[in-house]
């Protein structure tokens, strides 16, 4: 999404609707839209889930195709 600011237009996330520069938002694989990082909660170095925002991780099919995956993960 992008908003416009005075004298600019930014990028903002789709989610929170903060205002995100340097092109540091992920594009959710399941619905499309653009999330940053600081709505996730996400740290460098730590482990998240998949690229999706937190309102699809919600969904029971988009849970069940991230446990198929998981026990392969998790042994690397």
Known sequence: MKIKVPSKTVEACDICERPVGGGLL??????????????????????????VCKKCAEHDPVKATVDKFAPALMAV
Do not use: F, L
């Open 26 to 51: 992920t594009k959710c694989v399941v619905c499309g839209k653009e999330y940053c990082s600081t709505c996730e909660a996400i740290m460098c170095g730590c482990i998240h889930q998949p690229d």
